[in-house]
């Protein structure tokens, strides 16, 4: 398992293109060549795996569901909403333009590691749903 683990905020230049963080782009193994899928999130974010990471994990989830509709329609909408990016030598992904305004245009946005895959957010909206998981995390249960 990956160590996506931190919190950066990143500017996207003019051609909605994002600077992989430094920290993350070391885990992604050399022979996958670069490439990531991102994909659209529960909440109003974007997901973005490596690709091995998507096959591992994803895919292989997706091929496990039973036959029938359900199964039809996640298939669906990852095939739809999911697309495959390649990094450039400058250590940056283009993110398309659809993607963009799902998550409401931002020229800032926020890249957190979430252990086997980074989410991309705009600030406020990131911002709103971090004080959710702070407040559970302090009022749950759960220790280590």
């Not at 430094?22 to 193994?29: E, G, N, Y």
């Not at 997901?47 to 895919?59: A, H, M």
């Not at 329609?73 to 250590?91: E, M, P, Q, V």
């Amino acid at each position: 398992m990956k160590n996506y683990l931190g919190y950066f905020e990143c500017k996207l230049d003019a051609k909605g293109r994002l600077m992989i963080p430094a920290r993350f782009r070391h885990l992604v193994s050399s022979d996958t060549g670069g490439v990531y899928v991102i994909s659209m999130g529960k909440e109003r974010c974007l997901n973005l795996f490596s690709i091995k990471e998507w096959d591992e994990v994803i895919l292989s989830k997706l091929h496990e569901l039973p036959p029938g509709p359900e199964k039809r329609k996640y298939i669906r909408f990852f095939s739809t909403k999911s697309l495959t990016l390649n990094i450039d030598k400058a250590g940056r992904i283009a993110i398309p333009a659809h993607f963009l305004e799902a998550i409401g245009n931002p020229k800032t946005v926020v890249v957190v590691g979430i252990l086997n895959y980074m989410e991309i957010w705009a600030p406020e909206d990131y911002n709103k749903a971090q004080q959710e998981v702070d407040e559970a995390f302090i009022e749950g249960d759960w220790e280590y």
